[in-house]
């Protein structure tokens, strides 16, 4: 079964990290804090999040070798 404990846990982290490395790369487009589209920034990391959950339907190598049943 995909929606254990574990692999909600790994999908998790594995999007936070999806959320925060694309907010990095997002901001750091703008050459000074007041020239940051924050929306932008907001609307990039929250779809990064929800693809990265996405893809995680398909295995994750932390949780059984990425086989689900």
Request: proline share 1%; glycine share 8%; net charge positive.
């Amino acid at each position: 079964m995909i929606f254990t404990k574990q692999w909600l846990k790994a999908a998790g982290i594995r999007a936070l990290k999806t959320v925060a490395q694309t907010a990095i790369a997002t901001i750091g487009t703008g050459a000074m804090v007041h020239e940051v589209k924050w929306m932008m920034v907001l609307s990039a990391s929250v779809l990064a999040g929800i693809l990265s959950i996405l893809t995680s339907l398909a295995g994750l190598p932390e949780v059984d070798d990425g086989a689900h049943t």
